[in-house]
């Protein structure tokens, strides 16, 4: 996953995430946010740019560090492809089995996908 941080990159989603609300909301809250400054210390994740399949917004690692707590673990989702969403659950670092975490998206197939990568890990999902 790509973070971010680039004002004209984060303008760039920004305009791009517009055009298909409601189902970016979730994410482009944020992605405004840390493109004007970020007060609330967040990041931006992609897993390719300029064409991403998927943007995951979440706080920076470093500003919450209890593993239990899914409340400050929380993450944002919006994807394009349910494969993308598919990868992210099963194999990358930005979202590990070593911290609790909620996982906010409005698409369909967020659910099961996560239901299904969590019966595979043998985790409990609330």
């Not at 210390?41 to 500003?63: A, K, M, N, Q, Y």
Request: proline residues 6%; negative net charge; aromatic residues 6%.
């Amino acid at each position: 996953m790509l973070i971010l941080r680039c004002p004209a990159h984060l303008q760039l989603l920004e305009e791009t995430l517009r055009k298909s609300l409601p189902t970016t909301l979730p994410v482009l809250g944020t992605v405004m946010t840390v493109a004007r400054g970020n007060p609330a210390s967040h990041e931006v994740l992609v897993d390719s740019w300029p064409h991403f399949g998927i943007v995951l917004t979440r706080l920076c690692p470093e500003d919450h560090r209890d593993p239990r707590d899914y409340y400050t673990n929380q993450l944002s989702v919006f994807y394009r492809d349910k494969g993308a969403l598919q990868a992210l659950l099963e194999g990358t670092e930005a979202v590990t089995q070593e911290r609790a975490f909620q996982i906010l998206g409005m698409q369909d197939g967020l659910d099961e996908a996560v239901q299904k990568v969590a019966s595979d890990r043998g985790l409990k999902v609330e």
